[in-house]
């Protein structure tokens, strides 16, 4: 992993964590934002501006990739890349919990 993507995306946002995750299976956008809602709750509804330009830029750094249309929909799939960012992010995210746990 070169050091832009690392900077770019170490850590990560939440935004950019939900749509790797997501994407560990193919889907398109509006499929992206409907899991995200699910699995948040609700709390988190990422909006079509921040979802398309997240996948956008993502795509451009290699992170993610076009699989298909369907339905005039651009169906994504994540990347050996963006496997690798995300799990350096999962181990992070496990790393500020385990130190939370124990400072309690």
């Known amino acids: 992993m070169d050091a832009h993507i690392k900077k770019v995306y170490v850590p990560m946002t939440e935004t950019g964590f939900y749509i790797l995750l997501c994407l560990k299976e193919p889907d398109h956008g509006y499929g992206i934002v409907q899991k995200v809602k699910e699995l948040t709750n609700g709390d988190i509804v990422l909006a079509p501006g921040t979802m ?3 996948l956008s830029k993502m795509e451009k750094d290699g992170l993610i990739c076009f699989q298909r249309a369907e339905d005039k929909r651009k169906i ?3 990347t050996d890349l963006g496997k690798e ?7 992070r995210i496990d790393r500020l919990y385990r130190n939370m746990k124990e400072m309690r």
């Open 76 to 78: 994504y799939l994540i």
């Open 85 to 91: 960012v995300l799990e350096i992010e999962m181990q």
């Open 52 to 54: 398309y330009g997240s």
